[in-house]
């Protein structure tokens, strides 16, 4: 690692805060919801059990897209950023040895146990 690394750090804002809406509620819950793997017809269930109207899927789908959007720009702004200190490393004349990478592809098969042909 290098000394002055912290000094270079990208801020992204994951703050839900940054994405205007006057239903914060419904952009949680939708972000809950999908980070465990779940979708509408949980949050449904969710909201019967705790006795709440729950919000339309169409208002559901919207939150989704919000979301995606936000986590999407998110990757492609931290990528870009790898990819211009690595290049200014290069530049620079910097030695790089090893340069790691790594995937996770569970979620490929996620919920099946076999991948069809």
């Known amino acids: 690692m290098c000394s002055n690394c912290d000094e270079n750090k990208t801020v992204v804002n994951t703050s839900?805060?940054?994405v205007p809406t006057?239903?914060?509620?419904?952009?949680?819950?939708?972000?809950?919801?999908s980070?465990?793997?779940k979708g509408?017809?949980?949050?449904?269930?969710f909201c019967m059990v705790m006795n709440?109207?729950?919000?339309?899927?169409?208002?559901y789908g919207k939150c989704a897209r919000r979301l995606d959007?936000?986590?999407?720009?998110?990757?492609?702004?931290?990528?870009?950023?790898?990819?211009?200190?690595?290049?200014?490393?290069?530049?620079?004349?910097?030695?790089?040895?090893?340069?790691s990478v790594s995937f996770d592809g569970t979620w490929l098969t996620r919920g099946h146990t076999h991948l069809s042909v």
């Open 69 to 99: 959007n936000a986590y999407t720009l998110g990757s492609e702004n931290i990528f870009a950023e790898i990819h211009r200190e690595i290049k200014n490393a290069y530049e620079n004349g910097a030695e790089i040895a090893d340069l």
């Open 40 to 45: 509408y017809s949980a949050v449904e269930k």
């Open 22 to 33: 006057s239903h914060d509620v419904n952009l949680r819950i939708t972000q809950a919801f």
């Open 35 to 37: 980070h465990i793997g």
């Open 52 to 59: 709440i109207d729950p919000f339309s899927s169409t208002t």
């Open 16 to 18: 839900l805060m940054s």
